[in-house]
């Protein structure tokens, strides 16, 4: 079977009989039919941004969680009311067999673990929308991703009506908890006895700053290419700001609080630890605009509290 695939892959004409929409992303331009109907969304959270769109994709890329349809809760109402039913692919790699038994006329990939040698197998079987260009790996605005999938779809109009009606949460919560504006916050994601932090271009940390926090200058010198960093468990010390939102299981959790230096922390001294639980880490992961209203309404109030009980550290050099 795979031999056939390979044979069918290598010869598949992907030309259109009306190209209606040219399409510019990181791995070059991509001609469009402007309605296409069967799309495969095979990076790690677009489908959030089809559903968003009104758009019920026939297959989709799991990411983590082992969600029914790769879908969580957040984005749950949106697919059911589009009655989508995608097949999913599990694993963090692209599976192009996969991708060509389902035949689709436009793959989305804004999202995913693809390199040009990638997007060229994939351009075989039907157009391919890359990431959008200008950014770094997995870099991009939410704002920038959705209008390239609106773009590609005909869904223009859909996507600014998202764009306000996210815009328009955001700017409520912030005038609802104006406490947060101007207070410095970090993100956490704890693995094994490492602690991960994040330059301000990660979308959690963005996530924070469209609530008016602001993100160290020092996670800028600090963070990779990549856009994070790793340093011990001991050094709290980074992290130890007027908030921290930490991402991790109840292990970690138990790890970190044990810990002599985050007990000796204002963050544990002051309760100024937010720790999400698992859809609130995958909501932080996904950063889509279905993600960001939901975790909006659960993490403020809680970031809120943190700062309000001893209200904003003395400031500190980076």
Sequence with gaps: MRAVFLICLAFFSTSLSAQEVEVTHRFGVT????????IVSVGYHEQDFLYALGIAPVGVHDWFGGQPFATWEWAEPAR??????????????IDLEWVW?????????????????????????????GPPAGYADWGAPWQDELRLIA???GRQNKAKEVI???QNVLAETRAKYPALTGQSAAVVHVTGTKLVGYGPQDGANRFLASLGLTIPDEFTKLAS?????SVSAERIDLFDRDVA??????????????????????????????????NEMGAMSFQSPLSIIWAVQRLAPRLDSAIQKHGSLPSEPD
């Design 164 to 166: 306000k009606d996210v």
């Design 245 to 278: 939102l930490w991402l991790t299981d109840s292990a970690g959790r138990d790890f970190i609080e044990a810990l002599p230096t985050y007990q000796n922390s204002r963050l544990a001294g002051q309760g100024r630890s937010v720790w999400a639980d698992q």
């Design 225 to 229: 290419k990549a856009g994070s960093f």
């Design 101 to 129: 038994n389902l035949q689709p006329d436009l793959i989305v990939a804004s999202f995913a673990p693809m390199d040009a040698a990638t997007y060229a197998r994939l351009s075989r079987i039907a157009p391919v929308v």
């Design 31 to 38: 001609q469009i039919d402007g309605s296409p109907q069967r």
């Design 151 to 153: 773009q590609a779809t």
């Design 80 to 93: 059911r009311a589009l009655g989508a039913e995608p097949e999913v692919q599990r694993g963090f790699e």
